[in-house]
C-alpha cells in the first residue's frame, strides 16, 4: 500500500539494550514526525523532520533518544540503553509539507516493550 | 506553549444518543484545530478539521465548530453507532509557539457505544 510504514511493529527488549525503529513515509511527503502514546496517555511529541533537517527536536525525553532522516524518505528512532519507562507505542506521521493547515498520515506504531 | 485539554473518558453511550466531547485549547496567533480518531486496532486518522474561527469542520455525521472567544472545539454527534467506539484525539497546529509545525494533541478520550 501508500501509507505510512513502520517496523517492526512489535518489539520486546531488555532494559540497557539499543533498539532502533524504522518509518517509510509516503512517497513524496517532506515532513515526517515521530510521536509516543503511553498508555493512558495522550500523544507526546518527539521530533519532527522538514526533508532530512529536524527544525524541532524539542521533544526528545533524554539524549538516549536520537533520530535520523535520510534521502528525504526513511527515518530511524533511535533509544540507546533502554529504561522500562521508553514502553510505549511509536507513531509516525508524514505529510506533504508541515501541518499548517494540512493533516498528518500515521503509521500503526511500534510498540516497544522494555523488560 | 500550546496545549490541548479534551474532556476524560471513559465515555459509554447508548446507540442513537447524543454525543459531545469536549475540547479546549491555548495557543497564541491563530492555531488550526484538528479531531482524530483511533478506531481499534488502527492507526490514527484524521475526523476533521476547522482552520480558522467559526469554522465548522465535519465528516461521517461528527462536526465541531471553532469558537477563538471560548478556545473550544467541542465535538459532537447526533447519533451515535456502535462503530463509532475508538479513541478521539483534539489537536492543533500552527499557532505562534515555538514548534508550530507540530500537532500538539490532547489526551484522548475513550469511546464506547453500546448497542
Known amino acids: 500500500g501508500a501509507g505510512v510504514s513502520q517496523s517492526p511493529s512489535n518489539k520486546v527488549t531488555e532494559k540497557g539494550k539499543d533498539v532502533e525503529l524504522r518509518c517509510d513515509p509516503i512517497s513524496g511527503h517532506t515532513a515526517l514526525y515521530w510521536y509516543r502514546q503511553s498508555l493512558g496517555q495522550g500523544l507526546e511529541f518527539l521530533i519532527y523532520f522538514q526533508g532530512n533537517s529536524a527544525p524541532d527536536k524539542s521533544g526528545l525525553p533524554s539524549d538516549r533518544f536520537s533520530a535520523e532522516r535520510t534521502g528525504g524518505s526513511v527515518s530511524t528512532l533511535t533509544i540507546q540503553r533502554t529504561q522500562q519507562e521508553d514502553s510505549a507505542v511509536y507513531l509516525c506521521?508524514?505529510?506533504?509539507?508541515?501541518?499548517?493547515?494540512?493533516?498528518?498520515?500515521f503509521g500503526s506504531g511500534t510498540q516497544l516493550s522494555v523488560l | 506553549g500550546d496545549s490541548v485539554t479534551q474532556m476524560e473518558g471513559p465515555v459509554t453511550l447508548s446507540e442513537e444518543a447524543f454525543l459531545t466531547i469536549n475540547c479546549t485549547y491555548t495557543?497564541?496567533?491563530?492555531?488550526?484545530l484538528f479531531w482524530y480518531v483511533q478506531y481499534p486496532g488502527e492507526g490514527l486518522q484524521l475526523l476533521l478539521k476547522a482552520t480558522k474561527a467559526d469554522d465548522k469542520g465535519s465528516n461521517k455525521g461528527f462536526e465541531a465548530t471553532y469558537r477563538k472567544e471560548t478556545t473550544s472545539f467541542h465535538l459532537e454527534k447526533g447519533s451515535v453507532q456502535v462503530s463509532d467506539s475508538a479513541v478521539y484525539f483534539c489537536a492543533l497546529s500552527g499557532g505562534l509557539a515555538q514548534g508550530a509545525q507540530k500537532l500538539v494533541f490532547g489526551q484522548g478520550t475513550r469511546l464506547t457505544i453500546n448497542p
Open positions: 506521521a508524514s505529510s506533504p509539507r508541515g501541518t499548517g493547515g494540512g493533516k498528518l498520515f
Open positions: 495557543a497564541t496567533g491563530y492555531p488550526s
